[in-house]
């Protein structure tokens, strides 16, 4: 029990002040916090799992992210009919010629390795294979997108249950991740950020331009979702009575029929909002435990104790016979589809899905502040580092807000710095992160939570 | 003498719209790669704070030349920007050595890997983005003033007499003949001194030096009094060119590490022609090259469609791409040789 004693303690601080900001702030607040911190913490859980078990840096979460977003997108909107006849042919026909491309480039790489004119054989091919993409997707695009452009100018989805979609959004991350893998995991650690770091950007930037896939900037919005909707619950008879049960004290202090009738209006208003979050949390948790108990498995199976050896000393566990190469590759995925997963859950707690939105500070370098604060290598402080950092980004507000009028009280309402100061509170968000980060780096290099590997004493 | 006219309405066309923006836009970046470079070179890790950096020098300019504004400074037909420049760098220098004596020392001094101060760096992009927006906020700015254009197309029109015009702004010529001076100086220094030269047989092989008496703290200083040139030169000129807005500065890391990478890190040169790789490849691909060849071409193969490779909004996506292709094919970048 003592082991586990500082977990405990941690996690109950968590737990503590999230109930907080519900007392003082709204229970509504509060649940979203806790949505967004396990989102947060099944990031930060791929994420570890690539730089805590393999040492492997992935600067290019926001790419996966916005990936398994897209996902949602693709699988559980309606279709829209017009835009599939006006040109899913071809559409339909350029993902072919591209397939095919890429098959002949592989083939020629493979079957003339060693002829003279190999390179100018694969420029060529890409070349006219773009140029005739282009000519064939062009057409299409734009009747895509002329298809009543301010509601849908797109293919729309396949109309299936939004759930699936979070696997489809794993899956699409996966995919991605072998590319990437493939192309850049051969690279050194700083180079190898960089790399991922821009492929992602690559990523953001096709699905913010390609407006017949989901908008682009145009975003989509009212996203099919897991659990009932506010209006819906607000008519239901079932609801109504359980807030009315509920809250039959406060209801009974007033007197008068039409008091009474706005009040419980008003109660089962904010009580709609807070039982669709937390049907929403209860979703979110069991994605976070079954992870959990996945990654802990494999954290201490034989697989996971190869991991390690590789990570500590590449050339040794070569040297025993692992194959490095493979294994980077594999966990390369296993990680990008975790935050896959965990992008879908966000678009599908949000309910929109908005590719403006999707930038590098906020998704991919705040989840790795999260990841060395929490403790690589160490899952529970990986989704505790989810937790503190993401309640941080969102209360350093308030927080700098309230210390800087406390600070300033003597100041007068008007004086220019005071108001500059009040003006300039969303950043101090920033400010304490990074001074966060480096303090944590500095004095506590293993995290909140370090690594503990339990060796067994023959 | 009509085709002659036409070839050289599309050569004037390309010029204006596609060579003198790339130039500038080449010598912004490249000034900004050099400055990765040397850092990863002396320091040996990849900065990821150089946007905001670049953007905190920058600050300072925009801040002063407000206040030289209002005080009646300035410099004539010359924004006011570059008389605020010298103070610019010297509060960036102070403000990076301070950096260095309180965060990244630390972890110099333990021999830590490179991973682990590139994510210092992250730190610290995060604590100088935040005291940026703190200071100044995230708004889009403008502090170019004096004479704008040198060349206005009007005037290149009735000159020449040709149908095409070419402009050029004062803070294109400003930003080339800066760099020149900035860069050529820079490389004087680092092959011709006795500083420069101890500084790259640091970066070479760290021990030997070392043990050849060369002194580790002045060559780590030295290194962040050039890196504080570069950064804020390099903001500065962009921020002349275009406009100050701490977000896009930050963004401008991402053709940054391309230039820097693509032109081989740890190699000041490479980084140098890097940065024009990354502008000329950004901007060509994403021209719209319909009116050349309207130019060019006889009447009836005139194109209907812009000509344009990739639409503007891929232009981040560019750079990129050739970064992964030569990661690929030369992960030591194109222009390899000696390290700095």
């Known amino acids: ?458 | 003498m009509e085709d002659n006219l036409e070839l050289l309405n599309a050569v004037i066309l390309l010029l204006n719209y596609t060579v003198i923006p790339a130039i500038t836009y080449g010598s912004q970046l490249a000034l900004g790669a050099i400055f990765v470079t040397l850092i990863y070179g002396v320091l040996r890790f990849a900065n990821f704070a150089t946007g905001d950096m670049m953007s905190f020098g920058t600050m300072f300019a925009v801040l002063l030349t407000y206040y030289f504004q209002s005080a009646g400074v300035g410099l004539g037909f010359l924004p006011t920007a570059l008389l605020t420049l010298p103070l610019a760098i010297l509060a960036m220098i102070l403000y990076m050595l301070f950096i260095d004596k309180f965060v990244f020392k630390y972890y110099r001094i333990s021999k830590s890997a490179p991973v682990q101060l590139a994510m210092v760096s992250v730190g610290v992009m995060f604590v100088t983005q935040a005291i940026i927006r703190i200071i100044i906020g995230p708004f889009d700015r403008r502090f170019m003033d004096g004479e704008k254009f040198i060349l206005k197309a009007s005037e290149f029109k009735e000159m020449t007499g040709l149908s095409e015009g070419l402009t050029i702004k004062s803070t294109q010529a400003i930003t080339l003949v800066v760099t020149i001076i900035l860069v050529s100086t820079l490389f004087w220094f680092l092959n011709k001194t006795k500083t420069g030269t101890s500084m790259r047989a640091y970066s070479d092989n760290e021990d030997l030096a070392l043990l050849s008496g060369i002194d580790p703290k002045k060559v780590v200083m030295i290194t962040w009094i050039i890196a504080g040139f570069l950064a804020t030169v390099g903001g500065v000129l962009y921020g002349l060119d275009k406009s100050y807005k701490p977000f896009v500065y930050f963004n401008n890391m991402l053709p940054i590490f391309a230039a820097a990478i693509v032109g081989g890190i740890g190699n000041p040169y490479g980084a140098f022609l890097g940065g024009y790789v990354i502008a000329f490849a950004e901007i060509l691909v994403t021209y719209a090259y319909k009116k050349f060849f309207i130019y060019l071409l006889p009447e009836f193969l005139e194109p209907d469609s812009l000509v344009q490779l990739l639409s503007t909004d891929y232009k981040f996506a560019v750079s990129f791409s050739i970064l992964v292709i030569v990661l690929l094919f030369r992960p030591s970048g194109i222009f390899e040789g000696k390290k700095i």
């Not at chain 1, 996902?71 to 006849?85: G, I, R, Y």
């Not at chain 1, 893998?181 to 096709?206: C, F, M, P, Q, W």
């Not at chain 1, 790795?368 to 980004?393: K, P």
């Open chain 1, 1 to 458: 029990m003592r082991k586990y004693f500082n977990i405990i303690a941690a996690y109950s601080i968590m737990l503590f002040l999230i109930i907080m900001v519900g007392i003082f702030q709204s229970w509504s607040i509060a649940l979203s916090i806790l949505n967004y911190c396990l989102i947060s913490a099944v990031m930060t859980m791929g994420a570890n799992i690539q730089w805590g078990y393999a040492g492997l840096i992935n600067f290019g979460i926001m790419g996966y992210t916005a990936l398994g977003g897209l996902a949602v997108v693709l699988v559980s909107v309606t279709p829209v009919p017009e835009a599939w006849s006006a040109g899913g042919l071809n559409i339909i026909g350029s993902l072919i010629l591209i397939i095919s491309l890429v098959l002949i480039v592989r083939l020629i790489l493979k079957k003339y390795k060693n002829h003279k004119y190999k390179n100018y054989f694969i420029t060529f091919s890409i070349i006219f294979g773009v140029i005739l993409i282009r000519f064939v997707a062009f057409p299409g695009i734009e009747a895509i997108e002329a298809v009543n452009p301010a509601k849908t100018g797109f293919l729309g989805g396949l109309g299936m249950p939004v759930l699936f979609s979070w696997i489809i959004g794993a899956i699409f991350a996966a995919g991605l991740a072998f590319i990437v893998g493939k192309i850049a995991l051969g690279l050194r650690a700083d180079y190898l950020a960089i790399a991922t770091l821009l492929i992602a950007e690559i990523v953001v930037s096709i699905i913010k331009h390609e407006d017949w896939l989901a908008r682009g900037v145009k975003n989509v919005i009212g996203l099919k979702r897991p659990v009932p909707y506010e209006i819906d619950l607000q008519t239901s008879p079932w609801f109504i009575n359980l807030v009315e049960k509920l809250h039959q004290g406060k209801l009974n202090l007033l007197s008068s029929v039409s008091d009474k009738k706005d009040m419980l209006n008003q109660l089962v208003i904010d009580a709609s909002s807070v039982y669709v979050k937390l049907c929403m949390t209860g979703l979110f948790l069991s994605v976070v435990i079954i992870l959990l108990i996945l990654t802990q498995k494999a954290l201490y199976s034989p697989w996971g104790r190869k991991m390690r050896a590789i990570r500590d000393n590449e050339e040794a566990a070569g040297a025993m016979g692992k194959n490095v190469v493979k294994e980077h590759l594999l966990i390369f995925i296993l990680g990008s589809a975790i935050v896959g997963l965990a992008g879908a859950m966000m678009v599908t707690n949000d309910g929109l899905f908005t590719p403006g939105s999707y930038r590098p500070m906020r998704y991919t370098f705040v989840i790795w502040v999260m990841v060395i604060v929490g403790g690589t290598g160490n899952n529970f402080g990986a989704i505790l580092g989810g937790f503190v950092v993401w309640f941080l980004w969102v209360e350093a507000g308030p927080i700098a807000l309230y210390l800087i009028n406390f600070f300033t009280t003597h100041l007068d309402e008007t004086n220019a710095l005071k108001v500059h100061l009040i003006e300039s509170a969303p950043y101090f968000r920033f400010l304490m992160i990074g001074v966060g980060l480096l303090v944590i780096m500095r004095y506590r290099p293993k995290g909140l939570i370090p690594e503990k590997i339990n060796v067994k004493k023959i």
